[in-house]
């Protein structure tokens, strides 16, 4: 009967470091959590391995670990450094399996500890950030004891379009463009009814609004909009905002003015 309801791990193919089988981690701490792993790997010879299932189909946690380690052959066969956390949304638990040749350094008291840090998150199925601090948590042990030095996992909200550098770039590369605008004749007869459109100033304030939101809380809006069309907008923005700017900067107004006239003329006739 236990072979009837436990976890069928043949249909679980290792993906990379991070395996988040059920699509539950935004795609900014995926990536974070899986270059930080990749990095641990490289300098420490240590491989980290995180993964997500639905449920564990009755099986206890720490048995469903061992058979995911045993398989998938985590850390090297000669010298066994290798961990695996396994985390089952639905089920609300999470277990661990360490190689025999990492127990002096990720002793099960200290093992214990990670996960009874992470527990809460899964309650709340919050996974970003905890598991983010979890794997720096570990990853800083070994490189303590293996004399290297880790960089933290990267986090957007930290730097990017928003850091005081970018702010005063952007800052020169708008007063430079004004300028440059300012001196192309009949230009300002375009670019005057653009910026007196209240639609005009609508569709910036939305494209601003959500940069912001793409660096601040990424994982939100991540978990939103669908994967794919987040990656686009993620890798693609500057040409999203290009391509609006020109529509905005081509026309006399907005083009929602264009859309609606229609239909404020057949009204002003009707009166």
């Given at each position: 009967?236990?072979?009837?309801?436990?976890?069928?791990?043949?249909?679980?193919?290792?993906?990379?470091?991070?395996?988040?089988?059920?699509?539950?981690?935004?795609?900014?701490?995926?990536?974070?959590?899986?270059?930080?792993?990749?990095?641990?790997?490289?300098?420490?010879g240590?491989q980290?391995?995180?993964?997500?299932?639905?449920?564990?189909?009755?099986?206890?946690?720490?048995?469903?670990?061992?058979?995911l380690?045993?398989?998938?052959?985590?850390?090297?066969?000669?010298?066994?450094?290798?961990?695996?956390?396994?985390?089952?949304?639905?089920?609300?638990?999470?277990?661990?399996?360490?190689?025999?040749?990492?127990?002096?350094?990720?002793?099960?008291?200290?093992?214990?500890?990670?996960?009874?840090?992470?527990?809460?998150?899964?309650?709340?199925?919050?996974?970003?950030?905890?598991?983010?601090?979890?794997?720096?948590?570990?990853?800083?042990?070994?490189?303590?004891?293996?004399?290297?030095?880790?960089?933290?996992?990267?986090?957007?909200?930290?730097?990017?379009?928003?850091?005081?550098?970018?702010?005063?770039?952007?800052?020169?590369?708008?007063?430079?463009?004004?300028?440059?605008i300012?001196?192309?004749?009949?230009?300002?007869?375009?670019?005057v009814?653009?910026?007196?459109?209240p639609?005009?100033?609508?569709?910036?304030?939305?494209?601003?609004?959500?940069?912001?939101?793409?660096?601040?809380?990424?994982?939100?809006?991540?978990?939103?909009?669908?994967?794919?069309?987040?990656?686009?907008?993620?890798?693609?923005?500057?040409?999203?905002?290009?391509?609006?700017?020109?529509?905005?900067?081509?026309?006399?107004?907005?083009?929602?003015?264009?859309?609606?006239?229609?239909?404020?003329?057949?009204?002003?006739?009707?009166?």
């Open positions: 009967m236990s072979c009837l309801t436990a976890l069928d791990t043949s249909k679980l193919k290792q993906q990379a470091h991070v395996n988040d089988f059920p699509h539950e981690m935004g795609t900014a701490s995926h990536k974070a959590l899986e270059q930080y792993c990749l990095q641990l790997e490289q300098k420490t240590v980290l391995v995180i993964v997500f299932v639905t449920s564990l189909d009755d099986e206890p946690v720490q048995s469903a670990a061992s058979k380690f045993r398989e998938w052959g985590v850390g090297s066969k000669n010298a066994n450094q290798g961990m695996l956390l396994l985390f089952a949304l639905q089920d609300k638990q999470q277990g661990a399996q360490v190689g025999s040749g990492l127990d002096p350094i990720l002793p099960a008291e200290f093992v214990a500890g990670v996960l009874s840090d992470i527990r809460l998150a899964l309650q709340k199925t919050d996974y970003n950030q905890p598991l983010l601090a979890a794997a720096q948590k570990i990853g800083e042990r070994i490189a303590k004891e293996k004399g290297v030095t880790l960089d933290p996992p990267k986090s957007k909200s930290k730097s990017g379009w928003f850091s005081p550098i970018a702010i005063l770039l952007y800052v020169c590369a708008a007063a430079f463009l004004a300028g440059l300012s001196i192309i004749p009949g230009f300002l007869k375009i670019a009814p653009t910026a007196k459109s639609t005009t100033w609508l569709t910036i304030l939305m494209l601003v609004l959500l940069a912001i939101l793409f660096n601040v809380v990424p994982d939100a809006v991540e978990s939103v909009l669908p994967s794919t069309l987040a990656s686009f907008i993620e890798s693609a923005w500057p040409l999203l905002v290009a391509a609006v700017l020109l529509v905005l900067l081509s026309t006399r107004g907005h083009p929602l003015d264009y859309l609606l006239a229609p239909f404020r003329e057949t009204r002003g006739k009707r009166h």
